[in-house]
């Protein structure tokens, strides 16, 4: 397989891992973590097949076209820098998920942990591989995202709910500054293509548009790595499970920042700008970060708040613009990798084995773990930068840049004593978990008999600390190669020279060093008391939280400015909203009419025909009085906006547009019942009446809205009128009618425009069909009728009453007493239905019917089965499942999109052509009937869904009514 098709494979890999986690029952705890553990190890080989291609400055590309026009593709690049950092997403992600095999407990929902983080695995390749600027910042986001449901998993833990909403809030708001920076990038640059951009360095360093684009990527990049000021996101995100913490601070979320400022170095760095925003940043992280690691009493606090100050570290690095001190960045991003991990997995097996990470309670752990007290002691010195250990290495080459000149400026020259002091306090609190976890007395009171974990659990963390080691003491023949592979593929030709010996001789920085570990050693006697009994945080800062400033900040938003706006423009009623948007909607299209000078003309009845004036005239007539008996009776509006809705059937019809009046009609039939089922759980209308009659202001309010309706009303029909009668030489439809069959491969013109040419639209359309459903489930799940509406409707009651029918005391149905032989032959019409719609669904590209028709005469199907039955009834015989129906529906119409990719089309180009049936002749087949399955799909899941929700509405009413009933008696 070529290289550039492994790229593809290689992201794909993880998403559809993920699918088939979700996939999973609950209870098959080995089978999705060999799954997953299979996709990782595949995507850790595809990395290692594809080095020789990105060696010595090669460059791996996947294009495929997007939006050419725009300069936008779907463009994958594999260079040595995104090769390290695939090697880490795969490598430690593979280590991760055999670890968590092991922490989850079998009471998890174990096959959603690991569909999420195969998700966000991939989310982390696609940012790291992507080679156009927008699609990385598609990536970025989707980061975010999974990485909120990787915090918030224990989502009934409210640390964990709150801790997810934080880091979403925080890095999705970063997110949207970043992607506004690379839009100006891009426009400086002339392109979205990264290549383009990273050539491009000089004339976006001279634009004027260099300083908010260089502010807004910042906003970015520090959000996502936590530097301050936005550093408090990530010690609350510790309600993760640890697996999470591991995988998320070591190699992958918090990373990304510093991976973007790294990949835009050659482009944004070496101006002054750039070297007070990320050196003030980068200092002030390193110092507070390791500062308050100190005073942290759990052991995922301290190693979060140390992760937080190398970051610091690497952000500091970076902003001195120097080529020396980006070799040092990136070798610090991979030193801390590997021993960050393993820190928290050891973390995570000393609460998993002892039942608790406070380290005012652990103590003398050695003795009953003695081989993970070991790991966890070398990992923790190569994280105060010990001589022989690879972070020893990085940390060296940071204190020699240090001490060098970069800019003039008092940030610069109070480097190397911030640098000495940040390194003494990485050794108090390496020192502290050391000493505090594994020696001192034996552990009292503990929840769990502390026991070292399974061998597989702690491989993991013998093979990170193994190369922390050897990294540590032959730095030159294990990562020499590959630090410079990912050197040069960030500066190039600016590529400096280095040496990553262990030895320098006595030198500034190796007395910086020796200061940092004496000092720090020092420190930690002097604090070892009052650490071990001192309450949580530092004792300076106790008091400033960022989390607590953060929380004030949503108060102040959501409860001060957004009740101000509610107060004065919004209401709880929908009439006065949907006022206020009908008046925004008319201004808005009337101002570019008239000031272009729109005339639609006078209107014309010339050749109008009788049978089709007489026909409008009524759906006039039933539209105004389904406006009319809206204030007064609901059920005869909705009859009324039925017949209106009959009469535009009929205008498709006479105007030669059978698709779309066969859609219209089922629409028509499907929202009209689900309305009707939705009817009885709206209040019953109070009008504002005094001894005279209505108000006056009642009356001014409706003579308004009337108004209002009016001119609406008259401006859509005269836009209708003025498009209608206008002679145009050329139209759009003129070209799908003509390359319908041509170029999609059916004579259905609609439908081929639905399925083939505009089928991005369609695909944002049964998307957004899919949340609607899902939201209107929630809202209806938390609706509570009003009182007057729980009680039996009164049609019922006097059918029960004439029936001595008695309902089913389990379930309130009554359905099959009061309508028993409507009911049977709505039970008889369910396969003919279902047959219906597969022949619907099968015509549909050559004629009238397709998915959407197909799907909702599918779901008048299911809708008439809980009609005849009742939703008990129903339920207990078919097994529907519209979640899943709407999963299904928008993974197919994606994955039809996507295979074109790998015929090196675009997303979502059609492929037909005539397939020769035995007994049957030529048959048309075109990929778009897939699409087409998945827009059927989803169209039944998403109305059945609602049905549902209004079914299970009379359920719940009823169970109120009994309890009523049962209290009263009482």
């Not at 174990?110 to 696609?126: I, K, N, T």
């Not at 970051?311 to 613009?321: C, D, E, H, N, R």
């Not at 359905?815 to 219906?836: D, Q, T």
């Not at 005469?857 to 129903?874: K, P, S």
């Amino acid at each position: 397989m070529a290289d550039e098709n492994l790229l593809l494979l290689l992201l794909a890999l993880p998403f559809l891992g993920s699918i088939l986690a979700g996939a999973f029952r609950s209870n098959a705890r080995n089978a999705e973590a060999w799954l997953a553990g299979a996709v990782a190890l595949c995507g850790l080989a595809i990395t290692i097949y594809l080095y020789p291609a990105v060696d010595d400055g090669g460059v791996v590309r996947r294009q495929i076209e997007w939006i050419p026009s725009l300069g936008l593709g779907f463009t994958l690049r594999m260079d040595g820098f995104a090769w390290m950092f695939a090697m880490l997403i795969t490598g430690i992600g593979f280590l991760v998920v055999l670890y968590a095999r092991y922490y989850m407990s079998p009471a998890d929902p174990v096959p959603r942990f690991f569909s999420f983080l195969l998700a966000f695995m991939g989310a982390m390749l696609g940012m790291v591989i992507s080679g156009d600027l927008i699609l990385l910042a598609v990536f970025w986001e989707l980061t975010s995202i999974f990485s909120f449901l990787l915090i918030g998993y224990w989502y009934h833990n409210a640390a964990a709910r709150d801790g997810a909403r934080m880091a979403l809030t925080i890095t999705g708001v970063g997110g949207l500054c970043l992607l506004v920076g690379l839009m100006i990038i891009g426009h400086i640059a002339g392109s979205y293509d990264l290549d383009v951009v990273l050539a491009a360095g000089d004339k976006i360093r001279a634009h004027d548009l260099y300083l908010p684009a260089l502010i807004l990527i910042c906003m970015g990049a520090l959000t996502k790595s936590a530097q301050f000021p936005f550093h408090f996101w990530l010690p609350n995100a510790m309600a993760a499970p640890t697996p999470v913490s591991a995988y998320l601070h070591s190699a992958t979320m918090v990373k990304a920042g510093v991976f973007l400022l790294a990949r835009f170095f050659p482009v944004l760095a070496g101006t002054y700008e750039w070297f007070i925003i990320l050196a003030f940043a980068g200092m002030i992280t390193l110092t507070l970060g390791a500062y308050f690691a100190i005073f942290q009493q759990d052991l995922k606090g301290l190693l979060a708040y140390s992760t937080i100050s190398h970051l610091g570290l690497i952000t500091t690095l970076l902003s001195l613009g120097s080529p020396l001190a980006a070799v040092a960045a990136i070798f610090h991003m991979m030193n801390h990798a590997t021993f960050k991990a393993s820190l928290f997995m050891a973390a995570g097996i000393i609460d998993h084995e002892t039942g608790t990470r406070d380290m005012r309670r652990l103590s003398g752990l050695f003795a009953f773990m003695p081989i993970t007290a070991t790991l966890a002691m070398v990992a923790s010195a190569a994280m105060a930068g010990v001589p022989l250990l690879n972070g020893f290495l990085s940390k060296e080459m940071f204190f020699a840049e240090a001490i060098e000149t970069h800019a003039d400026s008092f940030l610069d020259r109070a480097l190397p004593y911030v640098a000495t002091v940040a390194g003494a306090f990485s050794v108090v609190y390496s020192l502290r978990f050391i000493h505090t976890v594994f020696f001192g007395p034996k552990p009292v009171d503990l929840p769990h008999e502390p026991h070292e974990p399974p061998h597989w659990m702690r491989f993991p963390i013998e093979f990170l600390v193994l190369a922390c080691l050897v990294v540590g003491v032959i730095p030159g023949l294990t990562v020499g190669p590959y630090l410079h592979t990912a050197v040069v593929a960030v500066l190039g030709d600016a590529t400096p020279q280095y040496s990553l010996a262990v030895w320098h001789g006595l030198n500034v920085p190796l007395i910086m060093s020796v200061i940092a570990l004496i000092g720090g050693t020092v420190l930690y006697m002097l604090l070892k008391r009052y650490l071990s009994r001192c309450e949580e945080g530092p004792p300076i800062f106790r008091r400033l939280k960022g989390q607590r400033i953060f929380e004030r900040i949503l108060v102040t938003l959501s409860w001060r400015w957004a009740r101000f706006v509610e107060g004065n423009l919004g209401t709880r009623r929908l009439q006065p909203q949907l006022r206020l948007l009908v008046v925004v909607a008319f201004l808005a299209a009337l101002w570019p009419l008239f000031s272009a000078g729109f005339n639609p003309g006078l209107p014309s009845f010339d050749g109008l025909d009788p049978v089709f004036g007489m026909m409008w005239a009524v759906g006039i007539v039933c539209a105004l009085a389904a406006a009319y008996q809206a204030k007064y009776h609901r059920l005869a509006a909705l009859i009324l906006v039925g017949g209106a809705g009959i009469v535009t059937c009929l205008t498709f019809v006479w105007l030669s547009a059978p698709d779309l009046a066969l859609t219209q009609l089922l629409v028509e039939i499907v929202t009209t019942v689900l309305i009707l089922l939705g009817l009885r759980w709206l209040p019953k209308r109070v009008e504002e009446i005094d001894a005279v009659g209505v108000t006056i202001t009642a009356r001014l309010r409706r003579h308004r809205d009337f108004a209002i309706a009016t001119l609406c009303g008259a401006g859509i029909a005269m836009i209708a009128y003025a498009v209608m009668t206008r002679p145009v030489v050329d139209t759009i439809g003129d070209y799908f009618l003509e390359h319908a069959y041509s170029g999609g491969g059916g004579t259905n013109v609609v439908n081929v425009i639905l399925v083939d040419f505009r089928s991005f639209d369609t695909m944002g359309e049964i998307a957004v069909l899919g949340v609607v459903a899902l939201t209107v489930f929630a809202l209806l799940r938390r609706f509570r009728p009003a009182a007057d509406s729980i009680e039996t409707p009164e049609q019922q009651r006097i059918q029960n009453a004439y029936d001595d029918a008695q309902p089913d005391r389990e379930t309130g149905d009554t359905a099959r007493e009061y309508i028993m032989v409507p009911s049977i032959i709505m039970n008889w019409m369910f396969p003919v239905i279902i047959v219906l719609a597969a022949y619907l669904f099968l015509r549909g590209h050559d004629l009238p019917g397709g998915g959407f028709a197909a799907g909702i005469t599918m779901a008048i199907g299911f809708l008439l089965q809980y009609l005849a039955g009742g939703t008990r009834w129903v339920e207990e015989r078919l097994r529907i499942l519209p979640v899943r129906w709407i999963g299904f529906g928008l993974l197919m119409a994606a994955a039809t999109g996507m295979g074109s990719w790998f015929l090196g089309y675009p997303f979502l180009t059609t492929y037909f052509q005539y397939l020769e049936v035995p007994l049957i002749g030529k048959v048309p087949a075109a990929t778009a009937l897939l699409f087409d399955l998945g827009v059927f799909s989803l169209v039944v899941g998403a109305v059945v869904l609602v049905l549902i929700a209004l079914a299970h509405q009379s359920i719940r009413s009823y169970r109120v009514r009994e309890a009523a009933k049962a209290t009263e008696e009482a």
